[in-house]
């Protein structure tokens, strides 16, 4: 069986791009990050047709999640600008850890962004006092792990296994 490969903290890595903006914008700017990351499942359906069903799916999800955080968190247009600066460049990060690898090695990585991100959105709820908020956001969680395991499915499919999952610095 191949050796998958090391799994990033990936709020760790984008913990500077995170920073840039301002408190009150960041969930906008990891609604941002969602919609990249349908745009990616879009890609992989393309690069991988045989596959097109569960990841366009998938893609549809995190579109999901991007509506329902930019519904729960309007911001102003100055704060939008402050997001649309600062996304392409975390953006790219993001994907430069995807580069070195074939198209199943960076599906078993975003399905470990997957929950990575579901456990983001339930901090986020964690700090929030209304409850159709914390129910928003635990849509967003359960919308994260959905995609996960439907990637970890396919895998499973194709004879790759994620096992325990590795962390990587």
């Not at 191949?2 to 709020?11: D, E, H, K, S, Y």
Request: hydrophobic share 50%.
């Amino acid at each position: 069986m191949p050796t998958l490969p090391a799994v990033p903290q990936f709020g760790a890595l984008l913990r500077s791009h995170i920073a840039s903006v301002p408190d009150a914008a960041r969930p906008a700017f990891l609604s941002g990050l969602e919609r990249s990351a349908a745009a990616r499942y879009r890609e992989w359906a393309d690069a991988a047709p045989e596959h097109a069903e569960v990841l366009l799916e998938c893609a549809a999800r995190e579109d999901e999640i991007a509506e329902l955080v930019a519904a729960l968190f309007p911001i102003d247009p100055d704060m939008q600008q402050a997001v649309d600066v600062a996304l392409p460049a975390a953006v790219a990060v993001y994907y430069d850890v995807f580069a070195p690898y074939s198209v199943l090695d960076q599906l078993y990585l975003q399905s470990e962004a997957e929950l990575q991100g579901a456990q983001a959105w339930v901090g986020i709820a964690a700090g929030m006092d209304d409850p159709a908020a914390r129910e928003v956001l635990a849509r967003c969680t359960a919308l994260e792990q959905a995609s996960a395991a439907a990637v970890k499915a396919l895998l499973a499919d194709q004879g790759m296994s994620s096992g325990t999952p590795q962390s990587g610095s």
